[in-house]
């Protein structure tokens, strides 16, 4: 199956920094990426879908100017959390979808392994 | 919007017992899929499921889409201790093209 790398893995940081979470795929190239977020026994909770070469489109309720996306290349996109705050420790997981979008086929999405963001 | 709502949202199951989660949408849908989210992993995508009354099997895993494609299942029969995890659906609408996904259902095997 396809490879999604998620870095890092996990992170502390103090309030008031910021934390950036890197996503490639390493084996296919997306123009879709997608962002979620998951607190402990919860569902992923969609935060915004990457569009390479556009801006990113983010979900009602999440701060577009908090939770940075850049997505600048077919392999990578970016989750920049600025100015952490406790509340925003969570776990963050980018997937892709590996097919097209506007057909709805062939739709799988694959997923990073998360990142644990930890704000003290 | 509004999640869709899976049931139960936790089960606890002895080993070889048959296991069953629900995914209810008060919309049509386009397809649906599903996904098994280890304790600390990712998910991983398990089946899509397209037409309508659609019923699908992988080894001891059955899904299947409802007739009127609002709703789905996925049945384990005989569970084994590597079902463990959370099962999430997530339903894909026309015209959308987020991935979102249901509330998931936590399955615990007692061996």
């Known amino acids: 199956g396809a490879v999604v790398s998620q870095h890092p893995s996990w992170v502390i940081c103090k309030s008031g920094t910021s934390v950036k979470i890197e996503c490639r795929s390493l084996d296919f190239q997306a123009t879709t990426m997608f962002w979620y977020r998951q607190f402990p026994k919860q569902s992923l909770m969609l935060m915004a879908t990457s569009n390479e070469g556009s801006k990113a489109t983010y979900e009602q309720g999440v701060e577009k100017d908090k939770f940075l996306i850049n997505h600048a290349s077919l392999t990578l996109s970016t989750l920049t959390v600025t100015s952490a705050h406790p509340e925003d420790s969570s776990f963050y997981i980018c997937?892709?979808?590996?097919?097209?979008?506007?057909?709805?086929?062939?739709?799988?999405?694959?997923f990073g392994q998360g990142t644990r963001l930890t704000v003290v | 919007g509004q999640q869709v709502m899976q049931i139960p949202q936790y089960q606890h199951v002895q080993e070889g017992e048959d296991f069953t989660t629900y995914c209810n949408s008060s919309?049509?849908?386009?397809?649906i899929q599903w996904y098994k989210q280890r304790p600390g992993g990712h998910p991983v995508f398990l089946i899509q499921l397209v037409k309508s009354g659609e019923v699908k099997k992988q080894k001891r895993l059955t899904f299947q889409f409802g007739e009127a494609k609002k709703n789905s299942s996925l049945h384990i029969t005989a569970t084994q201790t590597t079902d463990v995890g959370t099962y999430f659906c997530?339903?894909?609408?026309?015209?959308?093209?987020?991935?979102?996904f249901g509330s998931g259902t936590r399955l615990q095997v007692q061996p």
């Open positions: 997937g892709y979808v590996r097919g097209r979008i506007t057909n709805m086929l062939n739709t799988e999405a694959f």
């Open positions: 919309t049509t849908l386009s397809n």
């Open positions: 997530a339903p894909r609408y026309t015209g959308r093209r987020a991935l979102t």
